[in-house]
Structure formats: C-alpha cells, structure tokens
C-alpha cells in the first residue's frame, strides 16, 4: 500500500505570515509530487509540481522535496484569508498511472 | 471554457438505481482519470485511460463500477445497483502525455456529487 501522509489539522497562521505544509510518502520510487489547493465543496485546483529534490518557487508558493527522507512540503508565503483551504499532496510513483493522494491538511489564514 | 467539463454536477438517486456521469477532458488531453473523494478524505483513485484504452482500475473498484471512453474523447463512469457506501463526489481529471514518466500534472472537474438515498 502507498501511503501520502499529512497532518490533518487545521494549521492556523495569522495573515501575512508563512504557512508550512508537510507530507510524507512511503513509496521510495515516487517520481513526481504535486501539491492540489481544495475549497469546501470545490474539486482540487492543481498549484505546484515538483519532479526533482530541491526547490521549485511559483509566487507565494515553494514547494520543497527531498527524496532521501521522502519528504515534500509546501511553503506559502505572506498569506491570505483566500489562501484558506484543504491542501492535498499527490505522489505518483514510478509505475502506475494512479496519483495517490494525502487526506489533506485543512489551512486557515486569519486576518 | 476548456477545462475539464464533468456532467451532471449533482445526482440524487435511490438505491438500487443505476448512474451514469459523463466527463470531457481538456481538448487533447490523451490522459483522463477518475476519482471518488468523500468527506474529509483525499481524492481515492479508480481508474485509468490513456486514449481509449483502460490501463489501470482500482483493485478496490467494485464490479458494480465501469467506465468507458470510446474514441479516446469523452469518459462516461457507470455505477450499476447503487448503495449508501457509494455516495460521495466522482472527480474526472485529465492530463497530457508529453512522453516522459514524469510530467503528469492532472487538472481535476468540478465533480458530480452523487447522494444515494
């Protein structure tokens, strides 16, 4: 079983702040990590990809992997009441099509 | 708009019934995928097409569960003799296939939510 684990939360960080998200994966051979945005009700909305370890900077956002500790985490600076929502984190492993998905970690951004 | 259209976007139906969801991709997105997601959990993989063909389902897909994608266009998800369990929301996704292993991102509808009663 390929597990994506994250911390379910909620994260609270006051507006303006950075907000850290963690996931954790258990399939050594994952080659491709993404990192979904989820509105209540909404379908996840696809915010960053990650192929390689290091980092990968979209704006506010910064998605960081190491592969070594099968780690992947996003960072989101100066954050937005908008910015509050499920983040899921999605591994796609070497074989498979199937991207298997965390159960989210629920942010709240607070003015 | 050309993003993944998924139709209907609400289902009611009572138990034992039969439905059927339609999803069409992003134009020439050779990928489609479905998925099923309920509450407070993430997106729970069931099955793959790349073009018309079906290259992956789910081992815990149901044989009441069936999809198609004749031409390699739109994808239609069959649920036969629907249960309470089988409430939740159905997402479609679809991506391009560049041709590398990597490079799989995914852009998910807005989902069919389907509630059996």
């Known amino acids: 079983q390929k597990e994506v684990e994250q911390n379910s939360g909620p994260l609270s960080v006051p507006e303006g702040a950075i907000a850290s998200l963690n996931c954790t994966y258990s399939?050594?051979?994952?080659?491709?990590f993404f990192w979904y945005r989820q509105y209540s009700g909404k379908s996840p909305e696809l915010i960053m990809s990650?192929?390689?370890?290091g980092d990968k900077e979209d704006g506010r956002f910064t998605a960081q992997l190491n592969k070594a500790s099968q780690y992947v985490s996003l960072l989101i600076r100066d954050s937005q009441p908008s910015d509050s929502a499920t983040y899921l984190c999605?591994?796609?492993?070497?074989?498979?099509?199937?991207?298997?998905f965390g159960k989210g970690t629920s942010l709240l951004v607070t003015p | 708009d050309t993003g993944v259209s998924q139709d209907p976007r609400h289902k009611i139906t009572k138990r034992g019934q039969n439905v059927t969801f339609r999803c069409d991709p992003i134009s020439e997105h050779n990928r489609l995928y479905w998925y099923r997601q309920t509450l407070g959990q993430g997106p729970e993989f069931l099955t793959y097409f790349q073009n018309e063909a079906q290259l992956e389902k789910s081992r815990l897909l149901s044989d009441r569960f069936s999809a198609e994608r004749p031409k390699g266009s739109f994808s239609t998800l069959e649920i036969q003799r629907t249960e309470q369990g089988d409430s939740a929301m159905y997402l479609c996704a679809s991506s391009h296939d560049f041709g590398a292993a990597q490079n799989t991102e995914a852009f998910f509808g807005q989902g069919t939510r389907l509630t059996v009663v």
């Open positions: 990650i192929y390689s370890n």
């Open positions: 399939d050594r051979v994952s080659q491709s």
């Open positions: 999605a591994v796609k492993g070497d074989d498979g099509y199937a991207l298997n």
